[in-house]
């Protein structure tokens, strides 16, 4: 039985990179400044692939630590501050928090504006009023959108979203709705996860719990969208069982390799957007 292709995100990645590196103004610096306020292993290495994908396009970034032992008070403080700070084009504020912090409270002290993984109620909000022309779309959902995009068309299709978490289902759900997908929101309550996928044209998977959708919930000819990373005997894995899934459906994303590659891109596709809407806003960007 022929298997499902690989839909992998670096090959995306490198169109965008080279967008971003003909696109950045010249004589600008647009700095990322990523806030690690965790003591997670994970969170460091997200944090540090970031400043790879920085360094290969010669942008500005900033590591900010924030001792999760100060509370909730430094770490709303120090959002604030590179809020207020020139020198700071975007702010990243890498999830999950330390226990004891509150992302719901902290995202209040970021600016709407240097927003560029879209958490803000402000982004959230343009997107679910069908404005994403103005607002800063969170990386991962749109990543998932993408990837999706090169095997499925989106317009009418019956999309399932498994998982409404911060990161991307919450935001994904409406994304789609915006592309005229006719779209389900499932999550740890729902009563039948496996008719829902089955159901679905495109399915996408985003909890954190590896091997949620397997393959006797899939279907031949559907396009399934991996977002779940998970560290499991050292191997990372994502919410799919790939081993039963791929040898049902047409097209599955790998990971790693899928999803993560393109979203750490998309975040400095959004770092140029943000100095955009800023200057549009009438700020003195420099
Ligand atoms: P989250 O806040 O961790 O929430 C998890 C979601 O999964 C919740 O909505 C939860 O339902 C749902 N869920 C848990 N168990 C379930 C079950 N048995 N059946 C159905 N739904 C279930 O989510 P997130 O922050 O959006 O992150 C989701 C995943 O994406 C994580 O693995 C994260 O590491 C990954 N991620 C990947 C990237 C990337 O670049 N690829 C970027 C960011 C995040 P309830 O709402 O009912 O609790």
């Not at 991307?168 to 309550?189: E, I, K, Q």
């Amino acid at each position: 039985m022929a298997e499902a292709a690989a839909l992998l995100g670096k090959p995306i990645a490198e169109r965008i990179r080279s967008r971003i590196l003909a696109e950045t103004p010249p004589g600008l610096r647009p700095c990322l400044a990523v806030v690690v306020a965790s003591d997670d292993a994970a969170v460091a290495r997200y944090a540090a692939a970031k400043q790879r994908t920085a360094d290969a396009l010669g942008l500005g970034f900033r590591v900010e630590t924030v001792d999760p032992a100060g509370g909730q008070a430094a770490l709303d403080a120090r959002l604030a501050a590179l809020s207020a700070d020139p020198g700071v084009h975007g702010i990243l504020l890498e999830l999950p928090l330390a226990a004891g912090l509150d992302a719901d409270v902290a995202v209040r002290q970021l600016d709407p504006l240097k927003d560029v993984d879209g958490l803000t109620p402000h982004n959230l909000g343009l997107i679910a009023a069908g404005r994403e022309a103005d607002a800063l779309l969170p990386a991962t959902p749109d990543a998932c959108i993408r990837l999706a995009g090169t095997a499925a068309d989106l317009k009418g299709a019956r999309a399932v979203v498994v998982g409404r978490g911060r990161a991307v289902g919450r935001a994904l759900a409406p994304m789609l709705v915006n592309r005229d997908a006719t779209v389900t929101v499932c999550h740890s309550r729902t009563r039948d996860l496996a008719a829902a996928v089955a159901a679905a044209d495109i399915v996408f998977v985003a909890t954190g719990r590896p091997g949620l959708v397997t393959g006797t919930m899939a279907r031949p000819g559907q396009v399934v969208v991996d977002a779940g990373i998970s560290v499991v005997d050292g191997r990372v894995v994502g919410d799919v069982d790939a081993d039963s899934v791929r040898p049902v459906v047409a097209a599955l994303t790998p990971v790693p390799g899928g999803v993560g590659p393109l979203t750490a891109t998309l975040i400095f596709a959004n770092l140029l957007r943000a100095m955009e809407l800023q200057r549009r806003a009438g700020r003195n960007v420099r």
